[in-house]
Nanobody, 125 residues
Framework: QVQLVQSGGGLVQAGGSLRLSCAAS????????MGWFRQAPGKEREFVAV????????YYADSVKGRFSISRDGAKNTVLLQMNSLKPEDTAVYYC??????????????????WGQGTQVTVSS
């Protein structure tokens, strides 16, 4: 198993930037593809970004492409989500997730097995 602990987030004005961090402990970090999801009030959870086990492949939702960047640091067992040019519609609770699946489609792994606790991101207009 792996435990995921998130940090970062908060309140920012539109056009600003935030960085989310997700620290993994437990099994070897490199065995997991890592993703970020978000859930806005009254809406279903949606995919944001994913990075492959080795970090060489990433995939983004169209809504964040060109503004968000996902990366991972194997030495620190951490995955980051850099969010730039934030918009009010980016307001949501953000979750990091880890996938044990060895499968990878054009949109990343088919399932995620472990989840972080969530962190609030609020973008004011």
């Amino acid at each position: 198993q792996v435990q995921l602990v998130q940090s970062g987030g908060g309140l920012v004005q539109a056009g600003g930037s935030l960085r989310l961090s997700c620290a993994a402990s437990g099994r070897t970090f490199s065995t997991y593809a890592m993703g970020w999801f978000r859930q806005a009030p009254g809406k279903e959870r949606e995919f944001v970004a994913v990075i492959s086990r080795g970090g060489g492949t990433t995939y983004y939702a169209d809504s964040v492409k060109g503004r968000f960047s996902i990366s991972r640091d194997g030495a620190k067992n951490t995955v980051l989500l850099q969010m730039n040019s934030l918009k009010p519609e980016d307001t949501a609770v953000y979750y990091c997730a880890a996938s044990e699946s060895s499968l990878w489609s054009s949109a990343g792994p088919p399932r995620y097995d472990y989840w972080g606790q969530g962190t609030q991101v609020t973008v004011s207009s």
